[in-house]
């Protein structure tokens, strides 16, 4: 890879692109989703992601789980 060039990847699965770094990366990443993450003032992150099937992964596993016993809890309602 040169000097002038960029690699990109997918932050779920790992998929790799690689473009020249003169063009804005919205020409390497044609179909990708990117998500910005704003962390505080000035400072933000942006993922990459090849498909809706990676971000989807990516967002359920920052999602925390709810435990299945909190769930049956709650129970069926009666009456």
Do not use: I
């Amino acid at each position: 890879m040169e000097s002038g060039d960029m690699k990109l990847s997918c932050r779920s699965c790992g998929r790799r692109v690689e473009g020249k770094r003169e063009g804005p990366p919205c020409h390497v990443l044609k179909g990708w989703l990117t998500v910005s993450y704003w962390k505080g003032e000035g400072a933000v992150e942006h993922y990459n992601f090849c498909s809706l099937g990676c971000l989807r992964s990516w967002v359920k596993a920052q999602s925390p789980e709810v435990p299945e016993v909190f769930l049956k809890s709650f129970g069926e309602d009666e009456g």
